[in-house]
């Protein structure tokens, strides 16, 4: 079955001014800003690079052994660079105002570029969580925060890359170049994983003269919202451009709550592995959709929906708090350098932690556990 390698290979041959941007893209862009471009792009203002550009001084700087080295999330993204260079569609669109900023203070890890396309239009992508503890602690506190650092970062990047956009298309307007229909003022919007949650947060949480250039929001596999925050203004005047798309299988997709309507696709993958988005399955301009959630996924969405649901937010902030600080006890930068099995031995051997802070542990596990053992016996009632 294609994959986006596929797509590319298909439709690489016609123009962004002739077949303009579908979800196909945009899945394409929200995988593309895993490249670590910042040796290329030092100055978010000022430097610059075409697709093609950016691979060549990649590639000039990792051989394929070392891209093969690297972790699939990472590989990939290489790897369709270097594809996306040798296709007319995506070679010259250019790469502006990249960011790469994580801070273990403000316990946030946030990347962004704004690719400018052929068509006069632009798409933001905004990067899901790389393997770092740092990106993956900030997914754990959106379930009590109710903006993180990286969401006030996104819609911050936003609002900048908007007023970029609008004097722009201002600027083309008043030169009319060769009586051109100009279209400067469009933005695409997207994101995979977290990226997808800071995608349709920046997007509820501008002004309502910048939400009237966004085209349209993708959201690829990521986390949903707080109930506050899905029934405010903001949201609800974007609502109807945001387009969520699940694996049969998500488990990230379906943390917290999302309002709008998602379309759940097909992968080649099983279980967890359907958050990879180079395995989801791809037809023409389309993503496949498939006919609904697979019944484990919809169990383990009912299970954390029940488990977040009995804590406060006091006691999801002390239990990913005491989690994550055992993590940085043991010395461990990446999460891929951590299996199941050691995260239990480290636990275990976490011998620091305070009377009150290993009863939290066990009385969460405890929740945890009655609330998977509560969804089997509905299931078992019905």
């Known amino acids: 079955m294609a994959d986006i390698m596929d797509y590319i290979d298909w439709r690489g041959d016609i123009g962004f001014d002739e077949v303009h941007v579908n979800e196909v893209d945009g899945l394409i862009f929200s995988q593309l800003i895993y490249v670590q471009m910042k040796p290329y792009m030092p100055d978010a203002k000022k430097s610059y690079l075409t697709i093609k550009q950016l691979s060549s001084l990649y590639c000039a700087d990792h051989s394929d052994d070392e891209i093969e080295q690297m972790p699939n999330l990472f590989r990939h993204s290489a790897r369709l660079l270097q594809k996306l260079a040798h296709s007319r569609r995506y070679a010259d669109c250019i790469l502006?105002?990249?960011?790469?900023?994580?801070s273990e203070k403000e316990e946030s890890q946030f990347s962004a570029v704004t690719i400018e396309l052929p068509d006069g239009t632009y798409f933001i992508s905004y990067s899901g969580t790389d393997h770092s503890v740092v990106g993956w602690k900030?997914?754990?506190?959106?379930?009590?925060?109710?903006?993180?650092?990286?969401?006030?970062?996104?819609?911050?990047?936003?609002?900048?890359?908007?007023?970029?956009?609008?004097?722009?298309?201002?600027?083309?307007?008043?030169?009319?170049?060769?009586?051109?229909?100009?279209?400067?003022?469009?933005?695409?919007?997207?994101?995979?994983?977290?990226?997808?949650?800071?995608?349709?947060?920046?997007?509820?949480?501008?002004?309502?003269?910048?939400?009237?250039?966004?085209?349209?929001?993708f959201n690829f596999d990521g986390p949903g919202f707080n109930h506050k925050m899905i029934y405010t203004t903001g949201y609800k005047r974007i609502f109807d451009r945001i387009e969520t798309f699940l694996p049969q299988s998500s488990?990230?997709?379906?943390?917290?709550?999302?309002?709008?309507?998602?379309?759940?696709?097909?992968?080649?993958?099983?279980?967890?592995?359907?958050?990879?988005?180079?395995?989801?399955?791809?037809?023409?301009?389309?993503?496949?959709?498939?006919?609904?959630?697979?019944?484990?996924?919809?169990?383990?969405?009912?299970?954390l929906r029940n488990w977040i649901g009995s804590m406060d937010e006091a006691q999801r902030k002390q239990f990913v708090n005491v989690l994550f600080s055992i993590a940085s006890d043991s010395n461990f930068e990446n999460l891929d350098q951590m299996s199941f099995r050691q995260l239990i031995e480290m636990i275990k051997a976490a011998d620091e932690l305070s009377k009150d802070d290993w009863s939290m542990l066990k009385n969460t596990v405890r929740l945890l556990i009655s609330a998977g053992v509560g969804v089997v016996r509905d299931e078992k009632e019905k």
Not at 96 to 102: A, K, L, T
Not at 190 to 213: C, T, Y
Not at 257 to 284: C, K
């Open 96 to 102: 502006r105002y990249y960011i790469y900023d994580i």
């Open 138 to 217: 900030e997914n754990f506190n959106l379930s009590y925060l109710d903006e993180t650092p990286g969401q006030n970062k996104a819609k911050k990047y936003l609002k900048q890359v908007a007023a970029y956009i609008c004097d722009a298309g201002k600027v083309l307007e008043e030169e009319n170049i060769n009586n051109k229909s100009i279209n400067t003022r469009k933005l695409w919007i997207g994101g995979h994983s977290k990226g997808g949650n800071l995608a349709v947060f920046a997007a509820m949480h501008v002004d309502k003269e910048v939400q009237d250039v966004i085209i349209r929001v």
């Open 251 to 303: 488990i990230v997709g379906l943390l917290l709550e999302h309002v709008d309507d998602y379309e759940v696709v097909r992968s080649t993958n099983s279980g967890p592995l359907q958050h990879d988005a180079f395995s989801w399955e791809i037809m023409g301009g389309s993503i496949i959709k498939a006919d609904g959630l697979d019944k484990n996924s919809v169990r383990l969405d009912k299970t």
